[in-house]
Every structure is written in structure tokens, then in C-alpha cells.
């Protein structure tokens, strides 16, 4: 979010302010329903070029005024900007999130809230979005932090720039135009980072600083520009219109599916740009006439603190209704408390830091930062502490029975269920612990093979599949050492075992998977397994699949091509039927419902929703291959419950906890004997 420089009243430009409220009505339309506005996103990015031309306005002005630029000074007015309005905001949200908050989010909620304090927040985000554990992971209250982190990482490089110009200006008289190269080069080397990283990793490439200084970047090389001189007259009108207009364009264009920044950032932080470059007309019937009405104005005054409330209060309000999106009513309560709410800290809390100067030195500053951050840090501190006393619970078997509870006449009742629904997230296989999951970019399944085992075991069985294959990796481990057998692995994420293309994430064709599956088949001519284990997500879709029906019938023709060259070199395949799966957070619904988990049981009808296509691949090869079904482990009288002998089956809506396929070890094995006989 930008921040106006002290001093910067003597050039207002009302227009500016005016397109600051279009930026944050864009981005809170966008929140309370994504419907309205599929990309009202680029709010924020009208924001980084809002940013970009008043603080390099400000450092422009101060290099060619005073022949020097002060870094302590710059922090200083940051600090005095920001920090007081965004502490607060932290601090509450913090508060309220003991509340409110299922007690399974407040650790990443604490996470969040300390890299938010320090700026990091970011980082933080595209670390998680590429981490295919926590890629699910429901949005915490202060995530729309990440855009402020983008800006202070950026004004940590942008200040120096402009001091070293200001010193070489000094002694050996270096240009404007010097200038101008450095700040071009930042723009050119950081739009070609957003556009390559945009493509290959869309996730993460969103938060990160390098894909979007370019954005800030566009905004200095205007303030440097203006400063020498105005466009004419003629073509101010036509451009603002203009400007606005691509603004507005994307934000209704655009949707998640866009991929972004990339490319598709150009048209709103190009349509921002030629706002501000039209300047303020002499008409009426100008953008800029229109931006500069006391009503945008006032939105504009209020847009920081607007912005730093609304997404906390959104995500509050969605715990509390229990629903996925927000109706009329909650929509109309959040944004009226977001706009008074923001009122009350432009009033209390920015105004008075700002007009009585309590911020002034850098030794205040300083206080001011460091207090904030520790503040912020022990209310994390003590949500992490509530959450790690919840977690506490010891597995105990005559307690935490799983599966063998199945047809007994009562369980036990009132015990701790294990592992704690705040602990169910990290209930993982070993092999998650030892990097044995191949990850989406990973293709050579030579580089990436683990074994568990004796060299000199009797039997050799390899595991393939996605992670819903490896989830079965702890029971199969447990019948390893049991039979003496050498456990080979093979599996990866995302990746069903088929010959078909099937989608990535985001859609696109998963090359990196069929040439995993396929480098499999070449390691099996070599190792020529004894037994050959398989599961995989029924959600798996082949690229460009039109319909359901049409994706699974791919999937399964895939599997058959693949299995049947696997026959060939290897001994049975084995086809483990694909777990229940929840259409809700069921980790959430459990913490929230301790005394009674039915609540958050499903019918077996919705749990198995999706046909598995290994059944039919299956069929298709014949004696080579056999299924195995446990979903009478998983499933009762026509139920699937969350929780079964006290043990928590699920660790997210499609996976099973380590605890619970541990336990199912040895009806594994019963089955397995019995399709192999």
C-alpha cells in the first residue's frame, strides 16, 4: 500500500488520491464476492504504481534540491506512515483470532502475524505456495500483508539507488537520463522475471518482490518524467480516460484462471500509469475532474487503514456463518464495519502520529518498529502456545484403537482423540520426512528412488502413484519388515500412474509426470519388483478433458496402457482403491466438535463421489492385477466419520493420517493374501 511523504501536500495531486479509492474499492468488491469483480486483484497493483510515483517524487526531489538523500530520514517517514496504523491492525487481528478461529489455524495464523510485523509476509506465502502440503491451507486474517512486504523489500534497494545517483550527481555531474537507465534496467530485468517465473510457477511468482518491482518501478520512471515537464494539453483528457478504462477493463476481464502478473499485469499498472501522466485537466469531462470529487478523495484519505481492515474482517465472517462466501447482509455488515473501521484509525491513530510528530528521529522510529514487532510477536507467541497445549496428546493403543473399533457394541468415550486435530496436518508418512516424495519437477524416478529394507530381503515390491499412494506407505512398511521385504518407492506428487496426460495445478499439461511414469516402467525392466503397489486420487483429470465421464475413461485406458508393460517385467499389481474424501476443512469441523466428531461424518455416497478408473484398469488386465478395497475401514452403515476408535482419520479433506493407514496395516495384508491366493 502506498503511503504519502510528509511534504508531498505542497504538490497534491487529487487525482492521485481519487485513484487510490478506485484501487481499494477494486480489491474489497473483489474479497466480499469474486463474483462482482473476478479481477478486482489489480487494485493492488494500481496501488504499487501509486506508490512508485510519490516516493520517488519525494526522493527526486530531495536528490536534485539537496545534492544528497537521506536513508535514516526515508525510514523515518515510513515508519511515521505506516507502522502505527498496520501495528494496530496486527495487534487486533491477533486478538481476535483466540476467538474466533478454529484452534487448527491458529499456528499458521501466529506464523503470519510475525511475518507480517516484519514485513516478510511475502516470502512467507510463496514458500507455502509451492509447499504441496500446505497448498490447501484456508487463507489466514492478515495474508493481504504480502503487498505491504512487497513495497518496504523494495524501498530497501529504490532509496539506495537515487543516494548513489545523488553522490555521482555531486561529484562528476551524472544526468537525469543516468538516472533514468538504472531505474529502466530495474524495470526491464524485473517485468522479464515476472513474465518467465509468471509461466512457470504462477503460484509463488505472485508474491514475490522480483516479479513485482517493475510495477513500482513504472511509477518512479513518471514521477522522474513529470518532473521535467507535462504532456500537452491535447492528449491529457483522452489518456486519463483511457487509463481508467484499462483499469476498470481488467479488474472485470480478468479472473484466477489469468495468469498473473506476467503479462496481464501491463494493462491495469499501464492503465494507472496514464492516470497520473494526464495530470489535472482544464475540463470537466475528465477523468482526472472526476477522480479529484471530494467523495473519491475522502475514500483515498481512508484507503490504507480501508485496505488493513477488510480482509480480517472477511475472514472473521466467514468463520462465524460457517459458509464459503458471504451473503447480501454479511456483505453490507463487513464493508460498512471495514469503512468505519478505517475512518476511526485515519482519525486516532495515522493523523495524530503524523500532524503531532511523535515520530521524528530515527532513535523513535526505531522504538517505534521494535515495539511493534514484539508486540505482535507475543500475541503470536501466544496463540502458538494455546495451540501446542491442545496438541499434546500421547498415542496410547488400548486408547486410540482406529479401525479395530469397527463393529464393536461401544467405544470408548471422552477420550483425547489422537493425533489432535491440530497435529493431524503434520501426521505424515516417514517418507515425507526423508524427501521421498517426487515433486512436480521432478521426471527422472532414478534420481529421486528410495529404498527401505535389507538388500538381502526375499521379496521386492515397489510403491507407485501419487500421494495418495504414498499415504499406504506406513502400512506397507509395517508388512516390509514383517515379510522381509525390500521397499522400493516410486511415487510423486500429483501423478496417478497413466500413460494419459493428465492437468497440473493449473491446468496445463503435466509432462513431468507421464515422463516419470514412464522412466518407471524403464526402472522396473531393471529391478523386475515381486509385487507392484498403486493408488491414486480419483480428482486426477486428463488435459483437455471435457466432462467427468470422459476424464475417467482416459485415466483408465492410461492405466491399462502403463500396467500392461508393467506386467510384463514384474510380478502382480496391486491397485489400492482411492480413500473417502471430505468436500469441507473436516480437521476444522473435528476441533470445532470435540465432544460429538459425528457431526462432521459424511454419507459414503458423497465420500465416494468420483468412480475410481483403476477398477476398470484393473478388469481390463486381468489376472495381472488385483484391487484391493478398505473402504469398510473408512466407512459405516452407509457413514464415513472423521473420527474412528479415536484416531482422526484425515489430516486435510483428501488424505489419511499416518496414525490411522498405520493401524490398517495388518487388514492390508489379510486382503492382500487373499487377492493373491
Known sequence: MPATPPGAERRFRPEVQGLRAVAVLLVLVYHLNPALLPGGYVGVDVFFVISGFLITSLLYREATAHGRVSIRGFYVRRVRRLLPAATVVLLGTGVLSFFVLPITRLTDTAWQLAASALYVENLYLARQAVDYLASDTPPSPVQHFWSLSVEEQFYVVWPLLFAVWALTRRRWRTTARALTV??????????????????????????????????????????VGLAHGSLPERVRAPLGWLGLAAVVASAVAYDDATPFPGWAAALPVLGAAAVIAAEQGSGRLTASALLGTAP?????????????????????????????????????????LSVLLAWATKVWVEDPVRDRGLVRSGRSALAVATAGMVSVAAVGGAAYLQVDRSGSVTFDPSVHTGPAAIGRSADSEGEWTYPSPV????????LYDDDCQASKEDSDPASAQCVYGAEDAGTTVAVVGDSHSAQWFPALHEMAEERDWRLFLYTKSSCAFTDTMTADAEGGA??????????????????????VFTSSSTTSRPFGAETIEEG?????????????????????????????????????????????????????????????????????????????????????????????????IYRDAGHITETYIRLLAHDLGSRLDRALS
Open 552 to 648: 475417467k475413461t482416459a485415466i483408465a485406458e492410461g492405466m491399462h496402457r502403463l500396467w500392461q508393460d508393467v506386467a510384463e517385467v514384474s510380478g502382480p499389481i496391486v491397485a489400492i482403491r482411492d480413500t473417502p474424501r471430505h468436500q469441507r476443512d473436516v480437521v476444522e469441523c473435528v476441533s470445532a466438535n470435540l465432544d460429538q466428531p459425528e457431526r462432521c461424518e459424511v454419507s459414503e455416497g458423497e465420500a465416494f463421489e468420483h468412480a475410481d478408473p483403476q477398477e476398470e484398469a484393473v478388469l481390463a488386465l486381468g489376472d495381472e492385477a488385483h484391487m484391493l478395497d478398505l473402504s469398510d475401514r473408512f466407512c459405516v452403515d452407509g457413514a464415513c466419520p472423521a473420527v474412528i476408535g479415536n484416531v482422526m
Open 182 to 223: 538504472l531505474l529502466g534496467s530495474v524495470l526491464v530485468l524485473s517485468f522479464a522475471c515476472s513474465v518467465v517465473l509468471t509461466s512457470q510457477e504462477s503460484a509463488s511468482a505472485y508474491f514475490l518482490p522480483t516479479t513485482r518491482a517493475w510495477e513500482l518501478a513504472v511509477g518512479g520512471l513518471l514521477a
Open 423 to 430: 497435529r493431524a496436518e503434520d501426521d505424515l508418512p516417514l
Open 510 to 531: 503435466y509432462e513431468e509426470c507421464r515422463e516419470w511414469n514412464r522412466g518407471v516402467v524403464e526402472e522396473f525392466a531393471e529391478l523386475a519388483p515381486d509385487l
Open 296 to 336: 473519491a478523495r475522502w475514500v483515498g484519505d481512508v484507503s490504507y487503514s480501508l485496505y488493513l481492515w477488510h480482509w480480517p474482517l472477511i475472514v472473521f465472517a466467514l468463520v462465524l456463518t460457517g459458509r464459503d462466501g458471504l451473503g447480501p447482509l454479511d456483505t453490507v455488515v463487513v464493508a460498512g
